[in-house]
């Protein structure tokens, strides 16, 4: 069997669509098509079902996916240890959310370096980091996204602590009534969120109150690090992860305005693609976080 065509087929199996494929692979649409035709003939099954956004994969075409895509990393590992060994060094790529990578991976990666690694960092949401580790662009992923199917395998990395903090002058104004009254006072507060959909209050105010929050954005910025500054500027209150804000809170500069008994966790998951932890690099980087986890 071609090994090019099996290579092709991985692709599309990877990235689910044949254009997103084509792209990947710097061809063109229709020779994807032509070589997965191809290899369905050698085979004689079909392996994806077209549908009108992408394709989708045949029980055949899932268990070709799951036999031939470690293999044909560890060619590809080969290829490139051998380009590396000139250089000395291996490159890992790493893809999460911004915050957490910066402040916990990377710095727990670091020592690696000295025993030859390069490390590229990528930052995206968990639908955009799933996605390029399944198409290929990066060789780690860092998710609070359980992925699901058996291209990509998932391991828990640690849970983060979600808390709810604002301004000390916000506290002080509040007083008592955040006890007594919980959110309906809560609410009478501007919010400073990463996003339109307050993903982090909402998730929060269902824990901890078991209703939606009622209060809308009053600033909004895709990093938590500048929701931790705006908040402890005295814009309004935010639900920030406790290793982050750990230091904004014994300096100060931020309160607790709430301890719950149970406080809302978030997981994280440490994700590769299905049968690349054989590789060296990959698998030295995947024990080297789950090692530093353990005092997160």
């Known amino acids: 069997m071609d090994l090019a065509l099996l290579r092709t087929f991985v692709t599309v199996h990877r990235a689910g669509s044949f254009t997103r494929a084509a792209a990947l692979l710097g061809l063109s649409q229709p020779a994807v098509t032509g070589q997965i035709r191809t290899l369905e ?10 549908q009108a956004r992408g394709v989708t994969p045949t029980t055949i075409g899932d268990e070709l996916a799951h036999r031939a895509a470690p293999h044909l990393d560890a060619l590809v590992e080969i290829a490139e240890t051998g380009l590396d060994e000139e250089a000395g060094t291996r490159t890992l790529h790493l893809a999460g959310p911004p915050e957490f990578t910066s402040v916990r991976a990377l710095p727990a990666l670091t020592p690696l370096i000295s025993r030859g690694l390069a490390l590229r960092a990528s930052f995206g949401n968990a639908e955009e980091t799933l996605e390029g580790l399944a198409a290929g662009h990066h060789d780690l992923a860092i998710t609070t996204a359980r992925p699901r199917g058996g291209l990509l395998t998932a391991t828990p990395l640690c849970d983060e602590e979600h808390v709810l903090v604002a301004a000390p002058r916000w506290a002080a ?36 109150f078991d209703s939606p929050p009622a209060a809308a954005g009053a600033v909004i910025a895709p990093d938590l690090r500048a929701v931790l500054e705006t908040a402890a500027s005295g814009a309004g209150l935010a639900v920030l992860p406790r290793y982050l804000c750990e230091d904004a809170l014994r300096l100060g500069r931020v309160v607790a305005l709430l301890d719950p008994p149970v406080p809302p966790l ?31």
């Open 41 to 50: 003939r050698q085979l004689g099954r079909p392996l994806f079902l077209r």
């Open 173 to 208: 104004r509040l007083g008592a009534g955040v006890l007594r009254k919980g959110h309906v006072v809560l609410e009478q507060l501007p919010v400073v969120e990463v996003h339109e959909s307050l993903p982090l209050v909402s998730r929060y105010w269902s824990a901890v």
């Open 266 to 296: 978030r997981t994280y998951f440490l994700v590769v693609r299905t049968g690349t932890l054989a590789l060296p690099h990959i698998a030295r980087a995947h024990e080297v976080l789950l090692r530093a986890a353990v005092d997160w």
